[in-house]
Each structure stands twice: as C-alpha cells, then as structure tokens.
C-alpha cells in the first residue's frame, strides 16, 4: 500500500519529529536513572544500562532515517511503539490522521 505525504504534512514532521524523539529519549533516561539508583551490584547496573542503550539505540524514538515516501508509516510506528499519542498529530491533515489510523488497524 503506497500513501503519499502531503507537502505540508512532510514539513510539519520534519518539524515535530526530533521534539518527538527529543521526548522519547528524556523517558528512557529517567528508566536509566531509576535502574541506576535501585538497590543492586554497580557491575550489575553498568552491564544491564549497556544492555539497555544498545538496544534502545536501535528504537525510531532515538534514531530514524528521514524519508518522505516512509513519513507515514513511520508516524504510525511512533504511535505503536508508544514515542508519541494520536493528539499529537494535531495539525497535520485529515488524510494524513486516517491513514495512521488505516495502519494502525491492521
């Protein structure tokens, strides 16, 4: 299934999408800092931090490639995997909302 962005649609992700990211990332470091300050081994906290980042790292919500013909679909896995709630595509177009929602239904 092919869905082309709009051109005004494709400005205000670009605009949004790092806030997006920016929001994702200060959530997982307040799970670092909460596994960091747990009763436990440091060795214990370091390997599983490490673990944590490496895997983290990998998550749209930190580094995504930017691409319009993927601006779509990448918004709905923003919505699936929990980086940003539908009210946060307040302003983008109508066509743009049900098209997140068509993916997301599937």
Known sequence: MKMEISKSDWKLYRERVGGWQEHYMEKLVQQYIKLLSSPGNASDHFWELEKRIKR??????????LSKSDAIWDIAMFVQKKVIKMEDLEGFSDDLIEAVKLILSR
């Open 56 to 65: 983290d790292k990998k998550h749209p919500g930190v580094l995504i490639e």
